[in-house]
């Protein structure tokens, strides 16, 4: 670990009272929650929850209408998307959002045109030691890659920089097993490096067995908040901060056990 990853690891970006609204409606409604360096942290809820909404809002992409993002005593909260990816704080939106028609290789050129050229040939040769099949397929366009590839590359897209702090939504929708038990891994591997991590994801299993601390969001809130221990070990807490409402699958399935390998589901889009 570098002296900056030690950096990383001690510290802690804090979202404080945020409330978005999109098409005059709120859909994230006073949310505070704490995300430490070098930890994973899940925020889990049901479909339309708000959780995409306040991943936008802390990078820039969607206006706040109150709160703050505070990271190093600063408050990122209204700065430009690229102010707030200079300060360390890279997000990973739903959708696997890179330039199709470009090559591997010239999505990751774009994703240090902002960095020294030095920094961003280390933070492309790390991203690719982190991913190696990417490497494989330097010369493809973004739109021939798998989906697993896909996320790879946004992931790696995410990491040239360098962040402190990586926002990721939806690590593993629309991927098939295989290639989310690649990811993990290399999930595990960021936050080993000192990076904190906010994980939406939408199997609750592959969450809570990677994080440290989680949160649920229901309705724009925050309805639970703890270890994430305690909703491995009481699936029954994981419930109740749902409320069951009609948009959360739940496949037929507890979070307990047996089919619930799989989790509570949710394909948010808010």
């Known amino acids: 670990m570098t002296p900056g990853d030690a950096q990383s690891s001690q510290s802690v970006l804090s979202l404080r009272e945020l409330t978005v609204a999109r098409g005059g409606r709120p859909v994230v409604r006073e949310v505070s929650l ?5 930890e994973v942290t899940a925020l889990l809820g049901p479909n339309g929850a708000g959780k995409s909404s306040l991943v ?7 206006a706040l209408q109150t709160g703050s993002v505070v990271l190093d005593g600063r408050d990122f909260a209204g700065r430009r998307p690229e102010r707030i990816r200079a300060a360390g704080i890279a997000i990973v939106p739903e959708g696997r959002r890179l ?7 010239d999505n990751l050129r774009v994703a240090t045109y902002s960095l020294p050229r030095q920094q961003g040939q280390d933070g492309r040769t790390r991203a690719l ?40 939504d939806e690590l593993s929708l ?4 295989v290639i989310i038990n690649r990811l993990i891994p290399a999930i595990r591997e960021v936050a080993a490096a000192g990076i904190g991590v906010l994980l939406i994801e939408q199997f609750a299993t592959v969450a ?3 994080a440290n601390r989680a949160y649920v969001m229901e309705g724009g809130r925050i309805q639970f908040s703890g270890l994430a221990s305690e909703l491995r070990e009481k699936p029954d807490l994981l419930h109740s901060a749902y409320l069951l409402r009609g948009s959360t699958r739940t496949d037929g399935a507890s979070v307990a056990g047996g089919p619930a390998q799989a989790g509570l589901r949710d394909g948010e889009r808010a």
Do not use: N, W
């Open 174 to 177: 629309g991927l098939a097993p």
């Open 208 to 210: 809570l067995g990677l």
């Open 56 to 62: 936008l809002a802390v990078g820039g992409v969607l």
């Open 99 to 105: 330039l199709s028609e470009l090559t591997v290789e």
């Open 34 to 38: 704490e995300v430490p360096g070098g």
């Open 129 to 168: 030691e982190m991913f190696p099949e990417l490497s494989k397929r330097l010369a493809s366009p973004g739109r021939l890659l798998s989906g697993g590839e896909q996320q790879m590359l946004v992931l790696a897209q995410a990491l040239v920089s360098r962040p402190r702090f990586l926002l990721i």
